[in-house]
Structure formats: structure tokens, C-alpha cells
């Protein structure tokens, strides 16, 4: 514990010694974190790597390309990249709306915003499922014009968009709040349509936090199981998604399986998540002129 | 393009911010908009300008109703105090901006926009920084690109927000002379918007000063500074120092201090403002004048010596200010704790409730007195 604690405060030590630090705390503060940190998500991920390790190269291989398996990535994949860009457009409107007008019930609409987050998945995906079947409430308005939701792949999207939305608002907003209205005056001093105040001045200091907040919402999808497995109709090869193929070899007791599917999302989440920080980083680095 | 304001009201809530404003400003003249804050100064800037619109009331530009004309359609130019540069564009972006932005038949092509930088940026001795991003110029050089991109489309006004108040002092006379000469150069037709007297007086060809939503006066600054029309522009103009008594006798009367007023009416209330300036210190008291004072601090620094006296005997709301030449103060050596008399040559009297001062003026006696001394 000493020893990374020590790792990771030595940049920061070379400009201010532990004498001359201001703020009181930094060792015991840093050192909790780590240990926390640590105990909730090194450990069990560890777990998952060492459970996998008791399986063969080749049967690793063989489990993470089963075919039901590589349908259920196809699935997951799409249903994910469908719910995160469509959370990326209504989020975005959603957040614009919170911010930009006053209106009554603001802050009622701005609370529901995180009802997802609060909401038992499972909560909302039997409420889900309930709404779109056949005879539910949107299911009967949908199915007249030929959609179903309820029990096909779209209802996967339904759900993964309704859990993950909160992401896209809640990163986007207090960008949104920053903004400074002096820019946009500005644009329109000098001639600027809507339109392309909105493409030139405003959504070039908005993006990166949207891509932030849809690539959160993305991979938030991905292992999203409570809310998709009732709405979803889990059938092979069609509307089965990755984490409901953990749950299945979970329940034949074949744990290295599962770790071993788990893995594949834990891998692909990560890789996305880093790739966005590491390009973030250098834009915004531009922008603040180092 | 000559500027007619007429009769603009706005009030944002309950607070009136301008109460029925008229105003002319002249075509090819750098204007002032002077006041503290809260004086509807910028406000009134927003409304030319079109940010905000007016209650009621019209502007006009050249004679041209634009009260109903959307801002991008005002054809000004608009400099804003934080420089307002978009972060994510270079220096060269952002003042292309303007250009890039008007509409497709009348906008100029790739190249005449690139001569149009080029030059843009030789007129504000920016050229190698270019390609710079907004983050990596310091606050002087902001304020010139967001002058260079409000210029860029060759606006027939250009108007500007406190666009020195960001700065420091030194950065700020630069670009304050700086400004100056691009004006005389191009002679659009500017308005700026300050509480910073100094800076209103040293640039502009006229000050407007604004109080609680009104204005007070317009004039040059030299007119303003020697004919301040009420107590509020004598108090908001540079230092003035108040003496406020009972006429009695001729003369006006607080305590120990007595200055006479020939021809004023007897028994009634009165100020008299004089400026630092208008002032001179002498050993004893003169005919006209008896305002005795003790010396609390002196400050060698600038082109004059600054003298603060205090009343003796007398009551003042403010310290008195005297300046006098480095000269004569080798010359008579005034030390603190002191005891002097202030000897006023010209002076500004309020009388009763009267909101224009009248001049008095006892400059012969005065200039007889001083060489006396």
C-alpha cells in the first residue's frame, strides 16, 4: 500500500515537499483511496483474470468464439452503439432544454433525470417490458404501425437507452452551464446564423464531454443485464446479449466460462474508455494552451 | 455613420435600468459612456448594439430605424471586456470569423479572406502569432484579435464593453493609445463603455456620463472637466475638494472657514467644489479666502506633488487635495502636521438646492495674494 501510495505521489512531490504541502491530509487521504480502490474493483477484476487463467489457451478460445456467443457480441454490440448515439442526440436535447430555458417543472424534469441511476434495473426492465408488449401501453400504439419492441433486439435498445441516459445529461449539462453567452454575442455580432453559432462556437466546446457521456452510456450498455433480460425475449442467435451468456454459464456452474466472456467486455469497455480519456486529454489540452 | 438614441427605456425586473434616454452620438467620433456601475452604461451599449432590446424607444444609425433590426443584421463591430474569442479556433480563425459567416453571394473568396487576415494582423503587430490558439496569448494580445475579428467585415460601428478592464494598468495605456490611432486612422464611428474617468477624458473626442440610468451630461472631456453641470460629474470627475456651509455676510461660513461670495443671496445653504487644480497653499489667509488646514500626507510621485490636508476648525466629509509643481514645493517645503491656507482662485458654487453651480471666480485677488507669498 506504501509503496504505490508513494508511486503515485512522486510528480507531484518534486515541486512541493511534504513540508511544504498547504493542504493538511494528502498520505492518509491518497492511501484510502488506493485501498478502497483497490478492495472494489483491482481485487475482483484480478479474480476474473485469475479465474479465467485455469482455462487452456485453446479453451479459452474456443468459449469466447461460440457461435451463440459471437451472435450475442453482434447483438450487444449494435443494441449498444444504437442506444448510446440515440442517448447522444436526446441527451444532448434533453440537457439543452434543462439548461438553456426556464420553464415550470425544471426541476422536477431535471430530478427525473436520474431515475435510471435510482431505479432497480430490474425495476425498469419489467416496467419496459410491461409498456411495450403486445397489449401494453406503447406496445399497442406501436404495434399498429407495425413495430415491435417487446421480445426483439429493439427492445434491447429500449432498454440500454433508458438506463444509460442519465450519463449523456449529466455530463454534458454542466458544460452546457460554462458556457459563456459573451461567445455566442459574439458570433452573432459579427453575422453568424443559429445554425452555425451552433456548429462553430457551440458544439466545439460541447463535444468532447458528449462523446465522453456517450461512450459512458456506450459501455454502461454493454454489461447492462437487470433491465434488458425482461424486455429482451432471450432468444438464441437473436436477442441474446453477452452478459445474459455470463448469467447462462454461471448457471451450469462453469465459472472460467463465464469470467472468460467477461473478460472479452471488460476488455472492450476498458480499451473504449482509455481511447476516449488519452484523445480528450490532447484536445483539451489544446484548448487551454499547453 | 451618426448614432440617434431616442427616448430608450429598459427595466429588467423592477430595476430601471435606463429611464428615458436621448442621445446623439457623431458620426466619425470616438464617444464615452462614463459612469459607476449600475448607471445603465452597458445597457445602453447592449441596446445599440441589439444584444438586448429596449422597452420603448427607437435607435437610429445615420438616420435608419434599426430598433427593429436583428444584430447580425446591424452591420457593427463588438468588442467585449473577456475578449470573447472562440477557444477553439486560432487567432487567424477567429478573425476570419465575420467574413466566413456573411452570406454566400457577398462572401469573399478563400484567398481574399487570407489577404484580409494577413493585413487584419499586421494592423494589430500580431502576424507570427497567427496559428495561435487564444489560450496561448496573453491578455493585451486577446484584446487586440477581438478588435482585428470585430473590424474584419468593416463594420460602420464599432462599440466596445469595457474593453480595458481586464487589463493591467500598463497593458491598458498601451492599448488605450493604441486604439486611439487606429481610430484616427479608419474613423468609424465608436462608442465605448468605462468607469474609468482617466481612461474616458484621455480617449474620447466626447463623454457621455451616465448615472441611475440617465445621462448627466455630454460634453468634450476638457469641456466636462472645467464645466461640470452637477454635483454628481464634480464628484465623479478626478478629486474635488467640498466645502459646505451657511452664507453669511457675503461670504460662506462653516466653523473657522470663511470664503466670500460676492453678490450670492444671505441665509441659505450652499457648497463650494473646488478642484485640486484651482487651489493654491499659502502661509496666511487672504481677503477673499480663510480655510485653514493641516498637512496629513504628502506624495512626491508623478508629474506633480500631491498634497492631503486635512480641516482645521472645520468640518469636511472628504480629504482636501492640493497639487502643486515639484518647483514650488522645493521651493516653500511643506512638511506634515503643518498648518496652511488654502487659497481658492476659482471656484463652483452650489447654492441652495440649485443642481447647476455657478463660477466664481477671484482670480485677480487670488493671483495677487499668491505672489505674495
Same mark, same amino acid.
Given at each position: 500500500?506504501?509503496?504505490?501510495?508513494?508511486?503515485?505521489?512522486?510528480?507531484?512531490?518534486?515541486?512541493?515537499?511534504?513540508?511544504?504541502?498547504?493542504?493538511?491530509?494528502?498520505?492518509?487521504?491518497?492511501?484510502?483511496?488506493?485501498?478502497?480502490?483497490?478492495?472494489?474493483?483491482?481485487?475482483?477484476?484480478?479474480?476474473?483474470?485469475?479465474?479465467?487463467?485455469?482455462?487452456?489457451?485453446?479453451?479459452?478460445?474456443?468459449?469466447?468464439?461460440?457461435?451463440?456467443?459471437?451472435?450475442?457480441?453482434?447483438?450487444?454490440?449494435?443494441?449498444?452503439?444504437?442506444?448510446?448515439?440515440?442517448?447522444?442526440?436526446?441527451?444532448?436535447?434533453?440537457?439543452?432544454?434543462?439548461?438553456?430555458?426556464?420553464?415550470?417543472?425544471?426541476?422536477?424534469?431535471?430530478?427525473?433525470?436520474?431515475?435510471?441511476?435510482?431505479?432497480?434495473?430490474?425495476?425498469?426492465?419489467?416496467?419496459?417490458?410491461?409498456?411495450?408488449?403486445?397489449?401494453?401501453?406503447?406496445?399497442?400504439?406501436?404495434?399498429?404501425?407495425?413495430?415491435?419492441?417487446?421480445?426483439?433486439?429493439?427492445?434491447?435498445?429500449?432498454?440500454?437507452?433508458?438506463?444509460?441516459?442519465?450519463?449523456?445529461?449529466?455530463?454534458?449539462?454542466?458544460?452546457?452551464?460554462?458556457?459563456?453567452?459573451?461567445?455566442?454575442?459574439?458570433?452573432?455580432?459579427?453575422?453568424? $446564423?443559429?445554425?452555425?453559432?451552433?456548429?462553430?462556437?457551440?458544439?466545439?466546446?460541447?463535444?468532447?464531454?458528449?462523446?465522453?457521456?456517450?461512450?459512458?452510456?456506450?459501455?454502461?450498455?454493454?454489461?447492462?443485464?437487470?433491465?434488458?433480460?425482461?424486455?429482451?425475449?432471450?432468444?438464441?442467435?437473436? $436477442?441474446?446479449?453477452?452478459?445474459?451468456?455470463?448469467?447462462?454459464?454461471?448457471?451450469?456452474?462453469?465459472?472460467?466460462?463465464?469470467?472468460?466472456?467477461?473478460?472479452?467486455?471488460?476488455?472492450?469497455?476498458?480499451?473504449?474508455?482509455?481511447?476516449?480519456?488519452?484523445?480528450?486529454?490532447?484536445?483539451?489540452?489544446?484548448?487551454?494552451?499547453? | 455613420?451618426?448614432?440617434?438614441?431616442?427616448?430608450?427605456?429598459?427595466?429588467?425586473?423592477?430595476?430601471?435600468?435606463?429611464?428615458?434616454?436621448?442621445?446623439?452620438?457623431?458620426?466619425?467620433?470616438?464617444?464615452?459612456?462614463?459612469?459607476?456601475?449600475?448607471?445603465?452604461?452597458?445597457?445602453?451599449?447592449?441596446?445599440?448594439?441589439?444584444?438586448?432590446?429596449?422597452?420603448?424607444?427607437?435607435?437610429?444609425?445615420?438616420?435608419?430605424?434599426?430598433?427593429?433590426?436583428?444584430?447580425?443584421?446591424?452591420?457593427?463591430?463588438?468588442?467585449?471586456?473577456?475578449?470573447?474569442?472562440?477557444?477553439?479556433?486560432?487567432?487567424?480563425?477567429?478573425?476570419?470569423?465575420?467574413?466566413?459567416?456573411?452570406?454566400?453571394?457577398?462572401?469573399?473568396?478563400?484567398?481574399?479572406?487570407?489577404?484580409?487576415?494577413?493585413?487584419?494582423?499586421?494592423?494589430?503587430?500580431?502576424?507570427?502569432?497567427?496559428?495561435?490558439?487564444?489560450?496561448?496569448?496573453?491578455?493585451?494580445?486577446?484584446?487586440?484579435?477581438?478588435?482585428?475579428?470585430?473590424?474584419?467585415?468593416?463594420?460602420?460601428?464599432?462599440?466596445?464593453?469595457?474593453?480595458?478592464?481586464?487589463?493591467?494598468?500598463?497593458?491598458?495605456?498601451?492599448?488605450?493609445?493604441?486604439?486611439?490611432?487606429?481610430?484616427?486612422?479608419?474613423?468609424?464611428?465608436?462608442?465605448?463603455?468605462?468607469?474609468?474617468?482617466?481612461?474616458?477624458?484621455?480617449?474620447?473626442?466626447?463623454?457621455?456620463?451616465?448615472?441611475?440610468?440617465?445621462?448627466?451630461?455630454?460634453?468634450?472631456?476638457?469641456?466636462?472637466?472645467?464645466?461640470?453641470?452637477?454635483?454628481?460629474?464634480?464628484?465623479?470627475?478626478?478629486?474635488?475638494?467640498?466645502?459646505?456651509?451657511?452664507?453669511?455676510?457675503? $461670504?460662506?461660513?462653516?466653523?473657522?472657514?470663511?470664503?466670500?461670495?460676492?453678490?450670492?443671496?444671505?441665509?441659505?445653504?450652499?457648497?463650494?467644489?473646488?478642484?485640486?487644480?484651482?487651489?493654491?497653499?499659502?502661509?496666511?489667509?487672504?481677503?477673499?479666502?480663510?480655510?485653514?488646514?493641516?498637512?496629513?500626507?504628502? $506624495?512626491?510621485?508623478?508629474?506633480?506633488?500631491?498634497?492631503?490636508?486635512?480641516?482645521?476648525?472645520?468640518?469636511?466629509?472628504?480629504?482636501?487635495?492640493?497639487?502643486?509643481?515639484?518647483?514650488?514645493?522645493?521651493?516653500?517645503?511643506?512638511?506634515?502636521?503643518?498648518?496652511?491656507?488654502?487659497?481658492?482662485?476659482?471656484?463652483?458654487?452650489?447654492?441652495?438646492?440649485?443642481?447647476?453651480?455657478?463660477?466664481?471666480?477671484?482670480?485677480?485677488?487670488?493671483?495677487?495674494?499668491?505672489?505674495?507669498?
Amino acid at each position: 500500500m506504501s509503496v504505490s501510495a508513494q508511486a503515485g505521489a512522486a510528480p507531484v512531490r518534486r515541486f512541493a515537499g511534504r513540508s511544504k504541502r498547504v493542504l493538511p491530509g494528502f498520505g492518509l487521504s491518497l492511501g484510502i483511496s488506493l485501498f478502497f480502490v483497490s478492495l472494489v474493483l483491482l481485487l475482483p477484476l484480478t479474480g476474473l483474470v485469475v479465474e479465467t487463467s485455469g482455462m487452456t489457451w485453446d479453451q479459452f478460445v474456443f468459449t469466447i468464439t461460440d457461435p451463440r456467443v459471437i451472435e450475442s457480441y453482434k447483438v450487444t454490440l449494435w443494441t449498444a452503439l444504437a442506444a448510446s448515439l440515440f442517448n447522444g442526440l436526446f441527451g444532448l436535447l434533453l440537457a439543452w432544454v434543462l439548461v438553456r430555458y426556464e420553464f415550470p417543472g425544471k426541476r422536477l424534469i431535471d430530478a427525473v433525470v436520474d431515475l435510471p441511476f435510482a431505479l432497480p434495473t430490474a425495476v425498469a426492465g419489467i416496467t419496459l417490458a410491461t409498456l411495450f408488449a403486445q397489449n401494453g401501453w406503447y406496445g399497442q400504439v406501436l404495434a399498429k404501425a407495425g413495430i415491435e419492441v417487446a421480445f426483439t433486439p429493439l427492445g434491447i435498445v429500449v432498454a440500454m437507452a433508458f438506463t444509460s441516459i442519465p450519463f449523456v445529461v449529466r455530463t454534458v449539462q454542466p458544460v452546457l452551464e460554462e458556457l459563456s453567452p459573451a461567445d455566442e454575442e459574439a458570433a452573432v455580432s459579427l453575422g453568424a $446564423s443559429d445554425s452555425r453559432v451552433f456548429r462553430k462556437v457551440i458544439f466545439p466546446s460541447l463535444w468532447p464531454a458528449l462523446v465522453t457521456g456517450i461512450a459512458l452510456s456506450f459501455t454502461r450498455s454493454l454489461g447492462e443485464f437487470g433491465a434488458i433480460i425482461f424486455i429482451a425475449g432471450n432468444t438464441p442467435y437473436v $436477442s441474446e446479449v453477452t452478459s445474459l451468456m455470463i448469467f447462462v454459464r454461471l448457471q451450469e456452474y462453469d465459472y472460467a466460462a463465464a469470467s472468460a466472456i467477461a473478460s472479452m467486455v471488460l476488455l472492450v469497455s476498458l480499451v473504449l474508455l482509455f481511447a476516449i480519456n488519452l484523445w480528450q486529454g490532447r484536445y483539451l489540452r489544446r484548448l487551454e494552451g499547453r | 455613420m451618426s448614432i440617434t438614441i431616442d427616448r430608450i427605456k429598459k427595466s429588467f425586473g423592477k430595476f430601471q435600468a435606463l429611464n428615458d434616454v436621448s442621445l446623439d452620438i457623431p458620426e466619425g467620433k470616438l464617444t464615452a459612456l462614463l459612469g459607476p456601475s449600475g448607471s445603465g452604461k452597458t445597457t445602453l451599449l447592449r441596446i445599440i448594439a441589439g444584444l438586448e432590446s429596449s422597452d420603448s424607444g427607437r435607435v437610429l444609425f445615420g438616420g435608419d430605424d434599426v430598433s427593429n433590426l436583428h444584430v447580425r443584421d446591424r452591420n457593427i463591430g463588438f468588442v467585449f471586456q473577456h475578449y470573447a474569442l472562440f477557444k477553439h479556433l486560432t487567432v487567424a480563425q477567429n478573425i476570419a470569423f465575420g467574413l466566413e459567416s456573411l452570406p454566400r453571394r457577398s462572401r469573399p473568396s478563400k484567398q481574399e479572406i487570407n489577404e484580409r487576415v494577413a493585413k487584419l494582423l499586421e494592423m494589430i503587430q500580431l502576424p507570427q502569432l497567427a496559428d495561435r490558439y487564444p489560450a496561448q496569448l496573453s491578455g493585451g494580445q486577446k484584446q487586440r484579435v477581438a478588435l482585428a475579428r470585430a473590424l474584419a467585415t468593416k463594420p460602420r460601428i464599432l462599440l466596445l464593453d469595457e474593453p480595458f478592464g481586464a487589463l493591467d494598468a500598463k497593458v491598458r495605456k498601451d492599448l488605450r493609445r493604441w486604439l486611439r490611432a487606429l481610430h484616427d486612422e479608419f474613423h468609424f464611428t465608436s462608442i465605448f463603455v468605462t468607469h474609468d474617468q482617466e481612461e474616458a477624458l484621455e480617449l474620447s473626442d466626447q463623454v457621455v456620463v451616465m448615472s441611475q440610468g440617465q445621462v448627466e451630461q455630454v460634453n468634450s472631456p476638457t469641456g466636462l472637466y472645467a464645466r461640470p453641470e452637477s454635483r454628481f460629474v464634480f464628484d465623479f470627475l478626478g478629486h474635488v475638494n467640498v466645502l459646505s456651509g451657511v452664507v453669511k455676510g457675503q $461670504s460662506l461660513v462653516q466653523g473657522n472657514a470663511r470664503v466670500a461670495l460676492p453678490g450670492v443671496v444671505n441665509n441659505q445653504e450652499a457648497q463650494l467644489y473646488l478642484r485640486p487644480h484651482e487651489v493654491q497653499l499659502a502661509k496666511a489667509p487672504v481677503a477673499h479666502a480663510r480655510l485653514p488646514l493641516r498637512i496629513e500626507a504628502i $506624495s512626491l510621485i508623478g508629474s506633480e506633488v500631491r498634497i492631503e490636508l486635512a480641516p482645521e476648525g472645520w468640518e469636511s466629509n472628504e480629504i482636501w487635495e492640493v497639487g502643486m509643481s515639484h518647483g514650488e514645493f522645493a521651493c516653500h517645503n511643506p512638511t506634515r502636521g503643518e498648518l496652511w491656507y488654502a487659497i481658492p482662485a476659482v471656484g463652483h458654487l452650489f447654492a441652495g438646492d440649485s443642481a447647476q453651480p455657478e463660477t466664481v471666480d477671484w482670480h485677480s485677488t487670488a493671483h495677487a495674494s499668491a505672489a505674495n507669498m
